[in-house]
């Protein structure tokens, strides 16, 4: 699994660490190397836009369960968040198409983004305030969450959206990389380097590995918790837009198990369940592995359902590692 944030060395030795051991890492080459040799179309240049582009929300999601989990806590909104906030954005954008397409692109955006950011402050209140357990409280807006979506427009899809969303979903650089690639690709910077490199990121850990002896060093605890569940739906309202992009519909549909991806994602990458450990690009391998996985099976004709037991037994072997490391360490 991955070294903890504490791990010293030059810049390579320091990327090392943050990628995790190298099984993540064999493990995603292996399933590149499965698929490619018995499915051919797997290594095609379209099935690589596709999947890369596809797994952007599952990396997004990933990252915001990164600082959740990193505290010892957990997030099982961030999908609802997802669907609730591509929702709000793809409504707000048809009903200002009046105004002009960019003018209801930007205000539906914006408050997609809005949207997450309010429920996941909601949700650091509830964890912070209320003093409720991140599990309880969030699956709770998971709930609420799922219902206003649907309420919204009684189950049904938004179209008619701003013809310019497109230019986000479909615009691909190159001829292999996407526009949500990009966009994914700055969050993962940005996120690296606040977790690595600021204060904030020391927060994280600390809150993680200890929390009381956090507090009394001078940490504003509370705080930095709502803070980090804040900005867990601020990510997850981005992975909504970018889905509302990619489809140019809003769906009450989607968003829908993608908690279990990201979970999924942050513990294979090396995140301990139990706080103060994980990485962001370990993570993105995990989440890497997840796309990659999904994508194979889809080409070989495998059944969607199928996809989401295998998710299912991905997390439980990565939550029984991580808990055999744990009482290892413990016993130690």
Known sequence: MLPSSNSRGGSLSTLMQDIGDWWTVFILALLVIVFSVTSPGFFSS?????????????????????????TGGIDLSVGAVLGLSGMVGADVMQSLLSYGDITALIIGLLAGLLTGL??????GLVVTVLEVTP????????????GLTFLITNGTDIVNLPLELSTIGDAVLFNFLGVPVIITAVVLVIAWYYLRKTRFGKYTYAV?????????SGVNVKYHL???????????????????ARIATGSPL?????????IASVVIGGASLFGGRGTILGSTVGALIISVLVSGLVIMGVQPYWQTVTIGII??????????RYRNRVLK
């Open 46 to 70: 379209l099935n690589f836009v596709n999947t890369t582009v596809s797994a952007s929300n599952t990396i997004i999601l990933a990252v915001a369960e990164t600082f959740v989990i990193i």
């Open 118 to 123: 309010i429920l996941g402050a909601i949700n």
């Open 135 to 146: 599990f309880i409280a969030t699956l709770g807006m998971l709930g609420i969450a799922t």
């Open 208 to 216: 993680g590995s200890n929390s009381e002896g956090t507090r009394r």
């Open 226 to 244: 709502f803070k980090i569940y804040a900005l867990s739906g601020l990510l997850s309202g981005l992975a909504g837009m970018i889905i509302v």
């Open 254 to 262: 989607e968003g829908a198990n993608d908690e279990l991806n990201a």
């Open 315 to 324: 997390i439980i072997l990565a939550v029984y590692i991580d808990q055999r």
